[in-house]
């Protein structure tokens, strides 16, 4: 038999993170003053803030996409929500529901060159935003590259 050298299995990161603001005082992180309240449409607490903020630690490899879901509302209409992440920005293409909560899907949410991420959610026109609970994942993709997989694939299929 011959001696084998293990190799170190590299260890990837990951970002599972859920959170629903229930708690006063307790923001898991995310900083932007504001306060936890009972919203009185939706009957769920909520954190009522004008700009919620979170910077990740964990590091991802560089331009990974990841899965960001918001369950909010406003109070009046006509705010579109508003993010700006690590890997650009976004902002919804259909007005806020007051009536009320409704999830939002960030698109093209990606860490930056560094794999580092971080996002700030807000409205189009200051109104505070009534958070009950978001969660961030990702990698969304099993393999992770500089080009997303869509490119490769038509890059592939050209004569």
Not at 128 to 150: F, N, W
Request: aromatic fraction near 8%.
């Amino acid at each position: 038999m011959s001696p084998t050298t293990r190799q170190p299995r590299k260890k990837k990161s990951i970002i599972h993170h859920r959170v629903v603001f229930a708690d006063e005082g307790e923001k898991h992180g995310w900083t932007g003053g504001g306060n936890i309240i009972l919203d009185d449409v939706s009957g769920r607490t909520v954190w009522l803030v004008q700009k919620a903020s979170r910077i990740f630690s964990e590091i991802l490899p560089p331009r990974s996409q990841l899965t960001v879901l918001i369950y909010c509302r406003v109070r009046l209409t006509g705010s579109y929500l508003k993010v700006t992440h690590a890997g650009g920005s976004y902002t919804s293409p259909n007005i806020m529901s007051h009536s009320e909560m409704s999830t939002y899907w960030v698109r093209n949410a990606t860490t930056n060159g560094e794999g580092k991420f971080w996002i700030d959610f807000e409205t189009s026109n200051g109104q505070a935003l009534r958070i009950h609970q978001v969660e961030v994942m990702g990698p969304a993709t099993h393999k992770d590259t500089d080009k997303p997989p869509v490119m490769k694939l038509l890059k592939d299929a050209a004569p």
